[in-house]
């Protein structure tokens, strides 16, 4: 059970340039979330979905795009990459209805925009 | 909005002796809350949470918290703690009517180091 796999796990991005962090999970699970760390910031909700299709901006969403075309998949686009977004981005996943609530978070994404 | 602070940012404590790590939210209603830990280069990990019922919640590992809803605290415990327990610590509330579920509002995290 390979629960919520993120690629890559590291990157090096120029500014100005695009690219697509990918998230999956295989637990069926109706809700994903990206996060953003930031030393000494904790983590910050950029964008969630509470089922294929339906998507929503959380606490830090400008300069991120995301879709859910599917259950399994979560990505989360950098349209133009700035020095700004240089961070480690978390994906995770759960069900919905509080008594299941447990959140899976992947191993993360290092991010350096240069 | 809702929030979390946690007031220790550091804190270093003798393999063997307790722990009680801070944490205080603000949230309009019951809130959803949760501890997670965090190795070094690792993803979190869900330590335990509160929904509703008993305020005395047992985790993972020897670790408990209380809900003190007068104090809008979330202390989390350990009796003894051992080497291993050196990480990051994160408490955060569901953001929510989800249960956290659509999204989490993080504490800044306390960082834990263990003397031997």
């Known amino acids: 059970n390979a629960g919520v796999t993120q690629t890559p796990k590291f990157q090096v991005l120029k500014t100005g340039q695009s690219m697509t962090l990918q998230c999956a999970q295989d637990m069926n699970h109706e809700y994903m979330s990206w996060y953003r760390q930031d030393p000494g910031m904790g983590l910050r909700l950029i964008h969630y979905s509470v089922g294929a299709g339906i998507t929503d901006q959380g606490e830090v969403p400008n300069g991120y795009n995301v879709s859910r075309s599917t259950t399994e998949d979560f990505p989360l686009r950098l349209l133009s990459a700035a020095p700004s977004q240089t961070s480690v981005y978390f994906c995770?996943?759960?069900?919905?209805?509080?008594?299941?609530?447990?959140?899976?978070f992947g191993a993360g994404t290092r991010l350096s925009v240069l | 909005a809702q929030s979390v602070t946690q007031p220790d940012i550091h804190i270093t404590v003798s393999e063997g002796a307790s722990l009680e790590l801070r944490c205080n939210y603000s949230?309009?209603?019951?809130?959803?809350l949760f501890w997670y830990v965090q190795s070094p280069g690792q993803g979190l990990q869900l330590l335990l949470k509160y929904f509703s019922g008993d305020t005395l919640v047992q985790g993972i590992k020897g670790f408990e918290a209380e809900f003190k809803r007068s104090q809008s605290s979330f202390n989390l415990r350990k009796p003894s703690v051992h080497w291993s327990d050196a990480a990051e610590y994160f408490c955060a509330v569901g953001r929510g009517s989800g249960g956290g579920a659509d999204g989490l509002t993080f504490g800044k995290g306390t960082h834990l180091i263990i003397q031997p």
């Open positions: 995770a996943s759960s069900y919905s209805g509080i008594a299941k609530n447990i959140q899976y």
């Open positions: 949230y309009g209603a019951t809130p959803y």
